[in-house]
T-cell receptor
């Protein structure tokens, strides 16, 4: 049972445009959500997170939106840059789970110059 | 600042051989520590986590084991590797306090079992 789903394995956008990466979850106990960026043969790098008490968190070009009723979150990157090309993982944790993260399978973002 | 190290970076091992991967964290005390595996074309799967020295929780049944001999050292081991153990192994840490803590990952070890 996959509790965190990233249904788009890949996404291609033009430089300067908006990239929207989506993530759905099924476990209503999740209360903390994170996005990681991963280059090949490297460890994931933390990008941005959001608590379930918020519906939006912004950090520079990155904004995460959370829709709890739909159990859906999205990562917006504006403007997209070629250096943003990487695999993006959505992850979630639930209070009392010893901070264990459940990851989606990732979405490969390609930003074309 | 905190840093996390993993070694080796790459490892090629024959089936049936033993395994030892090491992870160390600097710049923090009493971290939670985690081992993940990313198999080809798949997401990150949590293998083990530890909330303190000698305290190991296993998430999936397998022929791997983990140990935490020191506060900031986490070791992943196997007595006999299988072909299916090939993958990218990641160590991560998070602070112990707080209900919502971010995990920070090391550079990873690429393991190829032949």
């Amino acid at each position: 049972d996959q509790q965190v789903k990233q249904n788009s394995p890949s996404l291609s956008v033009q430089e300067g445009r908006i990239s929207i990466l989506n993530c759905d979850y099924t476990n209503s106990m999740f209360d903390y959500f994170l996005w990681y960026k991963k280059y090949p043969a490297e460890g994931p790098t933390f990008l941005i997170s959001i608590s379930s008490i918020k519906d939006k968190n912004e950090d520079g070009r990155f904004t995460v939106f959370l829709n709890k009723s739909a159990k859906h979150l999205s990562l917006h990157i504006v403007p997209s840059q070629p250096g943003d090309s990487a695999v993006y993982f959505c992850a979630a944790s639930a209070e009392g789970s010893n901070y264990k993260l459940t990851f989606g399978k990732g979405t490969l973002l390609t930003v074309n110059p | 600042s905190q840093t996390i190290h993993q070694w080796p970076a790459t490892l090629v091992q024959p089936v049936g051989s033993p395994l030892s991967l090491e992870c160390t964290v600097e710049g923090t005390s009493n971290p939670n520590l985690y081992w993940y595996r990313q198999a080809a074309g798949r997401g990150l799967q949590l293998l083990f986590y530890s909330v303190g020295i000698g305290q190991i929780s296993s998430e999936v049944p397998q022929n791997l084991s983990a140990s935490r001999p020191q506060d900031r050292q986490f070791i992943l081991s196997s007595k006999k590797l299988l072909l299916s153990d090939s993958g990218f192994y990641l160590c991560a840490w998070s602070r112990l306090a707080g209900p919502q803590e971010t995990q920070y990952f090391g550079p990873g070890t690429r393991l190829l079992v032949l």
